[in-house]
């Protein structure tokens, strides 16, 4: 008997590294590589705007990428298993294969997939492809999960990070020119009107644009990881991130190009450097698996205490101003403004503007993660969820409620030249860099020189710094009071 087999693309769009491809390749006489648009099986996470105009281009290129092989992506559109029993009578599969994805909505949808479609008779095969380990593979002695990320940290490296990328097939076979497939403009992912141009300036998704970058960040960058990678100017980290949630590049990849790379380098510091980078990456990885084993973390937080915790109601206005880079604090509007244009915002300005929000404003974390899911080329429900119950101090191993950011020190301390705060603020430019992180408190005459009037030019600070500060360690001092 013939075996025919569908692979279904998902958050894996590469062809390298593609265990679901590869098993496809190895039992299957044809495969067929297809992608379903099913947005609404992805619960309160379709896709943000962002997300779906790289997903557009990520399409086109592993279409085209199928073609140089002699295939190509059949893209279909409708509920996901229905569209898969309808392919499977079409095309006689006998096998349907799949990289897991781990996101509570998705995993419940594809276990349901799984048991009907094994149910009628077909061979059904998941595979890891976005993970170095799966979730359930690293536990404590007692056999709980992880909630602390250095203990995870270290399991993960007492176990060895795998590092065996498989190589791209050759040859895929067959164009499937019999099945009737949608163009990706016909998924309507692209906004309108227009306004990407900014990410089309920064951004080329797909395998080849996530390799370029790999490359780039390996040769100029990893050795002053440690140094730069906190200062927004330097644009001193890989920027893998969106090439990593839509699975164009995998972390064994980056492991394995990493590792390889540090084999007789010990004296050059690179070793040093590239550990505080596949820690990083580690952070992705614990990311997956708290939010794997805490499902309930995508709105709820994870420190329960929280349960009771009074976050103030958003103000429109404010809530805006923060938005769209109109607080008033440099810093913060600079990596607002970074996030409009460029679908992208620094780590670091991640958490300062992050802690004005939850922290100075009181409002509710998932307010933030809401916009940052929109406006992000790589929201990922994991590292988002994460990154903001960090910085809310709700989270797990999250930062204490009464460390809160002073976005002014943080400014000086990692942008002193206002390199970064001018790239995104022309209009305070020209003060000194003196005040270029806090322009309010600038004597007129300085603002004069510059040509700035506060509230006119620059918006004056939405929101006190410091009796902000105090109303949030009082609110936590209150929940202290709830145990
Ligand atoms: P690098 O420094 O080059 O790190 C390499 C890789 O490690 C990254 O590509 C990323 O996959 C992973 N990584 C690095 N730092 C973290 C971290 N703190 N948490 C989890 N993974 C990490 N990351 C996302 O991928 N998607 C999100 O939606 C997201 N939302 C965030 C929201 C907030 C409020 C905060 C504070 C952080 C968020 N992060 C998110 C984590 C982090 O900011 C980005 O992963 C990082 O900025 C990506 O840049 P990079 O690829 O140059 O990172």
């Not at 920027?239 to 164009?248: I, Q, R």
């Not at 705060?421 to 003060?431: D, F, S």
């Amino acid at each position: 008997m013939k075996h025919i087999g569908l692979v279904w693309f998902r958050r894996d769009l590469r062809l390298t590294d593609n265990p679901a491809l590869e098993a496809a390749l190895e039992r299957c006489d044809r495969v067929i590589p297809i992608y379903i648009h099913a947005p609404q099986e992805e619960g309160d996470w379709a896709p943000g705007a962002a997300s779906r105009w790289w997903l557009h281009h990520s399409l086109e290129a592993l279409d085209a990428s199928l073609r140089e092989r002699g295939s190509r992506l059949t893209i279909l559109e409708g509920e996901s298993l229905a569209t898969l029993q309808h392919l499977v009578e079409r095309t006689g599969a006998t096998h349907l294969f799949w990289n897991r994805l781990y996101e509570p909505a998705l995993t419940e949808r594809d276990s349901k997939i799984k048991q009907q479609l094994q149910g009628h008779g077909l061979t059904v095969e998941s595979f890891n492809a976005a993970l170095l380990f799966e979730p359930w593979q690293v536990l404590k002695d007692n056999g709980e999960p992880y909630r602390v990320f250095t203990p995870y940290w270290k399991a993960l490296q007492r176990r060895g990070l795998p590092q065996i990328p498989l190589p791209a097939p050759k040859s895929i076979g067959t164009t499937n020119s019999e099945l009737q497939s949608l163009t990706v403009d016909a998924l309507n992912l692209l906004p309108v009107p227009r306004w990407d141009s900014g990410l089309h300036s920064r951004w080329e998704p797909g395998e080849r644009g996530a390799w370029q970058r790999l490359e780039l960040f390996i040769d100029d960058r990893l050795l002053s990881y440690i140094d730069e990678r906190d200062i927004p100017a330097a644009e001193a980290s890989s920027t893998l991130s969106p090439h990593l949630h839509f699975g164009e590049i995998s972390p064994r990849q980056i492991v394995a190009a990493v590792e390889q790379l540090s084999i007789g380098n010990a004296s050059t510091g690179l070793i040093g450097n590239a550990e505080a980078f596949l820690r990083e990456l580690a952070w992705r990885e614990f990311a997956h698996y708290l939010l794997f084993h805490f499902p309930h973390t995508q709105a709820q937080p994870f420190n329960p205490r929280f349960e009771h915790f009074t976050w103030a109601p958003p103000e429109p206005k404010r809530l805006q101003a923060w938005q769209r880079g109109r607080t008033g604090i440099p810093i913060v509007d600079a990596g607002m403004r970074e996030l409009w244009h460029t679908g992208f915002m620094h780590n670091r300005v991640r958490m300062i503007a992050a802690s004005l929000l939850s922290k100075n404003l009181l409002y509710p974390w998932q307010e933030g993660a809401r916009w940052f899911w929109d406006t992000l080329v790589d929201a990922d429900l994991a590292g988002n969820t994460l990154g903001w119950q960090w910085v809310a101090g709700c989270g797990a191993d999250a930062a204490p409620f009464f460390r809160i950011f002073n976005p002014v020190l943080q400014g000086q301390k990692f942008d002193p030249q206002g390199r970064y705060v001018r790239r995104w603020l022309p209009e305070i430019g020209a003060l000194p860099d003196r005040y270029i992180h806090h322009p309010w408190q600038a004597p007129a005459e300085v603002l004069h020189q510059a040509g700035i009037t506060i509230g006119r030019h620059y918006p004056a600070p939405i929101v006190d710094l410091k009796l902000s500060r105090t109303r949030a360690l009082e609110r936590h001092a209150e929940l202290k009071h709830l145990n």
